[in-house]
């Protein structure tokens, strides 16, 4: 027997950040039919600080990889208080991940990688993961150091 998302969140000690409010007019998710759009996630701490900065010059890659694994927490918050729980996510169907990254910048694939580790490790390598894309941006709103969107089945 598999153990749930909600339970695995449980039993990491991972606590879900304060979901944030719209930076504009937007919904952070929607549900059309069987699926929920979350919009572009931005990492946020859980003291409100949003992780910002360029990868390539002011953040490594590990710290942009970090950034991507908070904006992960950041929209499991999102479809934890919109959903009421985790286990109603059946899969991952796509993640769109923006990195704030310097021109000579190449690997955004692995800062994303923050991003769907969390995911896969929440939902399984099965359903934890599911198609994606990773680009560079020249910059993000408020200079955070990603933004991601991602599409979701439910259960």
């Known amino acids: 027997m598999?153990?749930?998302?909600?339970?695995?969140?449980i039993e990491?000690?991972?606590i879900l950040p304060p979901q944030s409010p719209p930076?504009?007019?937007?919904?952070?998710?929607l549900q059309v039919g069987n699926l929920i759009y979350l919009s572009g996630h931005v990492p946020v701490r859980n003291d409100?600080?949003?992780i910002k900065g360029k990868v390539g010059s002011v953040l490594k890659l590990e710290e942009g990889k970090a950034a991507a694994w908070q904006t992960g927490l950041n929209m499991l918050a999102t479809l934890k208080n919109g959903l009421g729980s985790l286990d109603k996510i059946k899969r991952v169907v796509k993640i769109f991940g923006m990195v704030n990254c310097t021109p000579?910048?190449?690997?955004?694939?692995t800062v994303i990688n923050g991003c769907s580790e969390l995911f896969a490790e929440m939902w399984g390598d099965?359903?934890?993961?599911?198609?994606?894309?990773?680009?560079?941006?020249?910059?993000?709103p408020g200079n955070v150091a990603v933004e991601i969107e991602a599409v979701f089945e439910l259960a």
């Open 2 to 9: 598999s153990i749930s998302a909600d339970q695995k969140l």
């Open 12 to 14: 990491s000690g991972i």
């Open 23 to 29: 930076a504009g007019i937007y919904k952070p998710m």
């Open 48 to 50: 409100g600080t949003r």
């Open 104 to 109: 000579d910048f190449e690997d955004q694939p």
């Open 126 to 140: 099965q359903n934890g993961v599911g198609v994606r894309s990773a680009v560079g941006m020249g910059s993000l």
